[in-house]
């Protein structure tokens, strides 16, 4: 049977992606406690239903500390073809879908924030980390996100395939705090730092003159050649090992120059390879 589960931040697209699993057949569940799961699966048993999803987010309060445990059974049930699919958007694209829609997010007594919402991203993390799809909906209509899930759970690609595999990149700042949610995190303060140059410091790294002043250092120039050439020897292992994205983030102090720079090469490298690629500059 399979399974997916559908979780994420608020506001961020889950009740449509559940829409687009309906459609393709799926028995959808919205906010089941996950304890509950096992049950279901077993009465389900002769019902003729192969395909369930389970949207299981934070509402559930405390019955969604019950996930973790929920999904390492799913994980070692041999008769069950389990996935987690973790849906995301920016802060700003959140705070702003929730005031055109004046609903309340969960977390939020009154008004939805930032720190409302990087609240719960810090509740989360450790479900992304284990997630084998991570999409991110800030710049997605919905018709973007149903094209991207049919990409993925449509069957019309061998599992394996280059394509599959979504590396996310991020750019931030050590001084705003290090992202929780990432995989890999590579401090990119070994380059020369533009902010010391009167030109350049109050430009960012999305800048031309920035960005020449970074890739042109040579120090710079060897870890995009060595860092990138490691990503493309382990990224068929991760696949192998049943993870299907990663989230690489590059920081440096202030999280507007050399990691900005560096996050925007990696990204122009890898999908001019026809790797699937997002980026994100947290702290711009």
Same mark, same amino acid.
């Given at each position: 049977?399979?399974?997916?589960?559908?979780?994420?931040?608020?506001?961020?697209?889950?009740?449509?992606?559940?829409?687009?699993?309906?459609?393709?057949?799926?028995?959808?569940?919205?906010?089941?406690?996950?304890?509950?799961?096992?049950?279901? /699966?077993?009465?389900? @048993?002769?019902?003729?239903? +192969? =395909?369930?999803? %389970? #949207?299981?987010? &934070?509402?559930?309060?405390?019955?969604?500390?019950?996930?973790?445990?929920?999904?390492?059974?799913?994980?070692?049930?041999?008769?069950?073809?389990?996935?987690?699919?973790?849906?995301?958007?920016?802060?700003?694209?959140?705070?702003?879908?929730?005031?055109?829609?004046?609903?309340?997010?969960?977390?939020?007594?009154?008004?939805?924030?930032?720190?409302?919402?990087?609240?719960?991203?810090?509740?989360?993390?450790?479900?992304?980390?284990?997630?084998?799809?991570?999409?991110?909906?800030?710049?997605?209509?919905?018709?973007?996100?149903?094209?991207?899930?049919?990409? /993925?759970?449509?069957? @019309?690609?061998?599992?394996? +395939? =280059?394509?599959? %595999? #979504?590396?996310? &990149?991020?750019?931030?700042?050590?001084?705003?705090?290090?992202?929780?949610?990432?995989?890999?995190?590579?401090?990119?303060?070994?380059?020369?730092?533009?902010?010391?140059?009167?030109?350049?410091?109050?430009?960012?790294?999305?800048?031309?003159?920035?960005?020449?002043?970074?890739?042109?250092?040579?120090?710079?120039?060897?870890?995009?050649?060595?860092?990138?050439?490691?990503?493309?020897?382990?990224?068929?292992?991760?696949?192998?090992?049943?993870?299907?994205?990663?989230?690489?983030?590059?920081?440096?102090?202030?999280?507007?120059?050399?990691?900005?720079?560096?996050?925007?090469?990696?990204?122009?490298?890898?999908? +001019?390879?026809?790797?699937? #690629?997002?980026?994100?500059?947290?702290?711009?």
């Amino acid at each position: 049977m399979e399974v997916v589960i559908i979780t994420g931040l608020s506001g961020a697209g889950k009740t449509k992606a559940a829409d687009w699993f309906e459609d393709e057949g799926y028995y959808c569940i919205d906010n089941m406690p996950p304890s509950l799961i096992k049950n279901f /699966l077993e009465l389900s @048993k002769g019902k003729g239903i +192969e =395909k369930a999803a %389970f #949207v299981i987010d &934070i509402r559930g309060g405390s019955f969604f500390g019950e996930l973790k445990e929920a999904a390492s059974e799913l994980r070692k049930d041999e008769n069950v073809a389990f996935k987690i699919l973790f849906i995301e958007a920016s802060p700003e694209s959140l705070v702003r879908r929730y005031n055109e829609t004046r609903r309340s997010h969960p977390l939020a007594a009154a008004a939805t924030t930032k720190e409302v919402i990087e609240e719960e991203r810090h509740r989360l993390a450790e479900l992304r980390q284990h997630s084998n799809y991570i999409i991110d909906t800030t710049t997605l209509k919905v018709a973007d996100l149903y094209a991207e899930l049919d990409h /993925l759970f449509s069957g @019309k690609i061998e599992e394996g +395939e =280059k394509d599959t %595999f #979504v590396l996310n &990149i991020m750019s931030f700042g050590y001084k705003h705090g290090v992202p929780p949610e990432v995989d890999w995190i590579i401090d990119a303060r070994f380059i020369p730092n533009p902010f010391y140059v009167p030109t350049l410091k109050k430009l960012t790294g999305n800048n031309k003159k920035v960005s020449k002043y970074v890739l042109k250092q040579k120090i710079a120039q060897e870890f995009l050649e060595v860092g990138c050439d490691l990503l493309r020897k382990l990224i068929p292992n991760y696949v192998r090992e049943g993870k299907y994205s990663l989230t690489l983030a590059i920081g440096c102090t202030g999280g507007q120059h050399r990691s900005v720079a560096i996050a925007n090469e990696i990204h122009r490298i890898f999908s +001019e390879e026809g790797r699937r #690629v997002t980026l994100e500059h947290r702290d711009i």
